[in-house]
């Protein structure tokens, strides 16, 4: 594929995501806009060398388990039609079943992350990333420090799982990891 499809295929999977989160904040005290942690996401994996189907599925990844309750939820065959299979199956190997219960979902993840596609660990991975830098950051309204401490150690835990797909993402997340320890122990 050359570059112009390439990026016209980015371009398009960010404003699908954007539609798609138009009405979405993240639970940080800060309320930025949920688009903003999807195009983080992409922006990690495009500066760590992951492919592009991996970036695109970064842009999509929350869109199925964002939308559910939307007058027109996004649904895993319409990612097939609009973005094709592979890019429609990271997203799915990236969303929780939002039927099950939270720590049932938060166990499956470590449980599963060995056993990821590369492009999926190197998702995870990168969504992690974004996730432990907006707990440091802008920590959700309500989440105690308590809470905090039991989310980077939960994220550890996953990310333990999918090391090694890419080195410079396992580099990052480690970074990030540590920050995340140091800004609590700040707090504490």
């Known amino acids: 594929m050359d570059q112009l499809t390439s990026s016209a295929r980015l371009m398009r999977a960010a404003v699908f995501a954007a539609r798609v989160h138009a009405g979405h904040r993240r639970k940080g005290a800060a309320a930025e806009p949920y688009v903003n942690h999807v195009l983080e996401v992409a922006q990690i994996l495009a500066e760590h060398g992951a492919p592009e ?4 599925a970064a842009l999509l990844h929350d869109t199925v388990e964002d939308s559910d309750t939307d007058p027109d939820p996004i649904t895993h065959d319409r990612l097939v039609a609009e973005f094709g299979a592979e890019v429609a199956g990271l997203v799915a190997e990236a969303t929780d079943d ?3 219960p939270k720590e049932s979902r938060k166990a499956l993840q470590v449980r599963h992350a060995p056993g990821r596609t590369p492009a999926a660990k190197m998702l995870k991975l990168a969504d992690k990333i974004s996730n432990l830098r907006a707990i440091t950051a802008s920590p959700p309204a309500g989440w ?6 039991e989310y980077v150690g939960w994220a550890g835990r996953v990310a333990a799982g999918l090391k ?3 080195l410079a993402l396992d580099a990052l ?5 540590r920050d995340a320890i140091a800004g609590l122990a700040r707090d504490a």
Request: proline content about 0%; aromatic content about 10%; hydrophobic content about 45%.
């Open 98 to 100: 939002k039927s099950l």
């Open 53 to 56: 189907d991996a970036i695109l």
């Open 164 to 166: 090694g797909a890419n």
């Open 144 to 149: 105690d420090h308590a809470r905090r401490v």
């Open 173 to 177: 997340f480690d970074a990030t990891y």
